[in-house]
């Protein structure tokens, strides 16, 4: 098992599934049209626009960039804290959750460091995930982990 809690197969899978995530979202040319397209669809999801608390983050590299989206949270009046500011799980209506690959049924994988699969089992049962990505990190299928949290909805460009 590796300090995921993944076995050494499951472990394997997902650094290789990283490894060709990575490569296909850097290789998107217009990834900022397609950010604010998925930010076009996710500021007209009923959980978003009934939200008074967001959690976002802040686009490291080639993640979907959540500028426009958070300075749309800010303008309609919403809450919108980031990981770093130290959020406590019981706080936000609405979780945006990064990742390098989706499946449309809610899995995800991150970036190794399961800072999201920590934090997400203390959410209130209220709460929704939406996982956000570019349509190049949808998968069939995830390799999955026994810590792997699953989200509530997959929004893609």
């Not at 930010?39 to 979907?64: C, F, K, N, Q, W």
């Not at 800010?74 to 804290?81: F, Q, R, S, T």
């Amino acid at each position: 098992m590796d300090a995921g809690g993944d076995d050494a197969a499951t472990a394997a899978a997902k650094r290789s599934l990283r490894r060709e995530a990575r490569e296909r979202r850097k290789a998107l040319t217009d990834r900022h049209e397609r950010s604010a397209r998925l930010t076009r669809t996710l500021i007209a999801h009923p959980a978003v626009i009934d939200a008074d608390r967001v959690m976002a983050y802040s686009a490291m590299g080639s993640e979907v960039d959540t500028a426009m989206f958070v300075a749309w949270c800010i303008e309609h009046g919403k809450a919108v804290l980031m990981p770093e500011d130290g959020v406590d799980p019981s706080w936000p209506d609405v979780v945006i959750v990064p990742g390098l690959a989706f499946t449309l049924d809610g899995h995800r994988c991150g970036q190794g460091g399961g800072w999201y699969d920590r934090f997400l089992p203390g959410i209130r049962a209220d709460c929704v995930t939406i996982g956000v990505g570019f349509r190049v990190q949808l998968v069939d299928e995830l390799p999955i982990g026994p810590f792997d949290q699953s989200l509530d909805i997959v929004l893609t460009d």
